[in-house]
């Protein structure tokens, strides 16, 4: 049975200012049922957002919202959760805010193994401005600034935040939507610093400069490239050079070892020493 | 019986102060001349059940004491010139959402890397118009460890209670310098809290326009779910899409400060009727104009001091009704001449207005002050 997803939206605030066509609302509507699925307190809970167009995600949701400057989202988010390690802390971020201004404060979030779960929108591109080429353009691609082709290698952020300490890290598509609101859940209910990046599309900006004139098309490059993890890694090396696996890429159950009840042993001996 | 007397810097004491003012939350990252208000902090605020964070950079330090703020704890953050130019987008966004917290900057020499060890107060305009767009801003600018420590609790009860946050600005030689001080017991202390809701979160605005246009903010997590954001926006928290909305926030974020400049213009004066040299002093330079004022007085001559503890917003009045009865207004300053700008705007050519300026990491010493004294008198 499908849950009430109303509950978790202003609705007051919708239709979203996203491009039809855009993957940020199937994206938005399977974190609602990530959400619900996992239990979380929606008193309890806050989302922050960065700018883009993912930051405009804030505005829809049903819980204390907070949509803050390009890039700082997780240090945002990083204060309320260790101010209150009682609130359930959501980071919505992009592509562009997560990792291109904002990517120092990413691999520092996932050091820290701060209980936050951040969900990164990646529509490969800067969509909001219109098109400009972000750290998740493909090399060789077409974006406003760089008409004659990307040179720039990406990120593979999922070896990236692993590589930095995220103790739960995955990766979805919004064609695979329902083993996004899966991996949503598990992410949220890890104790720990989770990331998840959600490929999705973006027929304006992105699909439209690189062969790809709508949706569909989109939708399907993601269906033909994305690999389930469990089959992954049965995969021959050249055959993987085109594809990217999805699902949950790694988890290390660690609660003990979570930012804020490290503070709080800290805490704990001083007042105890004090005393 | 006499209290125990501590030696402390006015770095620690800024450390004391806000403590006793009850800030739970720290985030920083290291700069000299600024450090030991961070060392502060990591040692004493897990003894009362606080938050410390060394961030990654001082984007980052802004935007976590601003989160922190809004789960309702009272957060400060330290630095000095560079990372004080870094923090301006996330201050901006503090005064935009009306998050209290408090930023201390302790001023060395700039631009750039400048002198790192060496004192100046050329952040002072900075310090006003550091961040993009129009903004009330409250800035205090203590002249002693003593004032280090006082005006640490006056900018959290100033933050708290106009809902911004507060600037302590610090130079080198205040942060850095010992004196002997005597910390008062909490109960000679008046600490202020925010203004937390009353109402059930379906009549909850959390911009709603009040008659003394502060709204009371809620701690995350207290079931209001409101939304909060650094676009311009009406009493619901949202942008409305009118160009209105855009001019009532501004009035209100201007008005909030505005009106309430009795409360916020601190200065302390010795001015005697017959007195026409007026020397004019906030932060380090204070402690030379009094001295040479007092030497002059000595010598005969008619000078008085005047010494702002509020630099922004700017005592206009105050200034105005000054050089109506002086002849000669000096202002030492170790930058090459800011917050004379604003003493001359509001003397309006009554009184002659003479700056004293050094701005290569050495202090105004007292003599310097009564040669001009002499030389105008």
């Known amino acids: 049975m499908d849950i009430d997803i109303y509950k978790y939206l202003r609705e007051d605030k919708l239709p979203h200012i996203w491009c039809p066509g855009c993957g940020h609302g199937t994206i938005l509507s399977n974190l609602i049922r990530g959400i619900d699925r996992a239990g979380l307190d929606q008193d309890k809970t806050v989302v922050v957002s960065g700018i883009g167009c993912s930051g405009r995600a804030t505005g829809y949701l049903n819980f204390d919202t907070l949509h803050t400057t390009h890039g700082r989202a997780i240090p945002f988010a990083t204060g309320i959760k260790l101010a209150n390690p009682e609130l359930n802390v959501i980071v919505i971020t992009g592509d562009g805010d997560g990792s291109a201004i904002g990517g120092n404060h990413l691999i520092h979030g996932c050091r820290r193994n701060i209980d936050l779960t951040v969900v990164l929108l990646n529509n490969q591109i800067y969509g909001m401005t219109s098109g400009q080429y972000s750290p998740m353009t493909p090399t060789g691609a077409t974006a406003t600034t760089a008409p004659y082709g990307n040179i720039d290698q990406n990120f593979d952020l999922c070896e990236l935040t692993k590589a930095a300490g995220a103790t739960f890290v995955a990766r979805g598509t919004s064609f695979h939507a329902r083993q996004l609101i899966d991996v949503f859940e598990e992410g949220l209910n890890h104790k720990g610093f989770s990331f998840i990046e959600t490929y999705s599309q973006c027929p304006i900006n992105f699909g439209r400069r690189n062969g790809m004139s709508g949706p569909v098309d989109m939708l399907n490059w993601y269906k033909e490239h994305a690999v389930n993890i469990k089959g992954w890694e049965n995969l021959e090396e050249d055959v993987k050079e085109d594809k990217f696996p999805i699902g949950i890429i790694y988890q290390d159950n660690r609660p003990d070892d979570e930012y804020t009840v490290r503070y709080q042993n800290i805490i704990d001996k001083v007042q105890k020493e004090v005393n | ?377």
């Open chain 2, 1 to 377: 019986m006499n209290k125990e007397a501590l030696l402390l810097q006015g770095d620690e004491a800024v450390v004391e102060g806000a403590l006793a003012a009850g800030v739970r939350f720290f985030a920083g990252y290291p700069i000299t001349p600024a450090s030991e208000i961070a060392e502060g902090f990591s040692r004493k605020l897990p003894q009362y059940g606080g938050k410390f964070i060394q961030m990654e950079d001082e984007l980052a330090s802004m935007a976590c004491v601003i989160g922190a703020s809004l789960s309702g704890l009272k957060s400060i953050t330290a630095t000095s010139g560079p990372g004080f130019s870094l923090k301006q987008e996330n201050l901006g966004l503090g005064i935009m959402i009306e998050a209290p917290c408090v930023v201390v900057n302790v001023q060395r020499v700039g631009p750039s890397t400048g002198l790192p060890t060496s004192p100046s107060q050329g952040d002072v305009m900075q310090a006003k118009w550091g961040t993009h767009g129009d903004h009330p801003i409250i800035v205090l600018s203590p002249s002693s460890v003593k004032e280090s420590f006082d005006l640490a609790v006056t900018a959290f009860n100033f933050a708290e209670k106009y809902r911004t946050p507060v600037i302590l600005l610090l130079d080198e030689i205040v942060g850095h310098m010992r004196e002997k001080i005597e910390l008062p017991d909490a109960a000679e202390l008046t600490i202020y809290d925010r203004k937390r809701p009353n109402i059930s979160p379906e009549n909850f605005n959390p911009y709603e326009e009040t008659e003394d246009h502060i709204p009371a903010m809620p701690d995350y997590g207290q079931g209001y779910k409101y939304h909060t954001t650094g676009l311009f926006h009406d009493k619901t928290g949202f942008p409305g899409g009118k160009t209105e909305d855009a001019r009532r926030l501004m009035d209100r974020l201007m008005a909030k400060i505005e009106d309430n400049l009795d409360d916020i213009l601190l200065f302390d004066e010795d001015i005697r009727e017959k007195d026409n040299v007026l020397v004019l002093s906030y932060g380090s330079t204070v402690r030379s104009a009094i001295s040479a004022v007092n030497e002059a007085r000595d010598k005969g001559y008619n000078a008085a001091w005047l010494k702002l503890k509020t630099i922004w917003p700017f005592a206009g009045d105050k200034i105005k009704e000054l050089a109506e009865n002086v002849d000669t207004i000096i202002v030492p300053e170790l930058n090459r001449g800011q917050l004379i700008r604003e003493v001359e705007r509001f003397a309006c050519g009554q009184a002659n207005v003479i700056g004293i300026n050094k701005y290569d990491g050495t202090l105004i010493k007292p003599e310097e002050i009564l040669a001009k004294i002499e030389e105008v008198e």
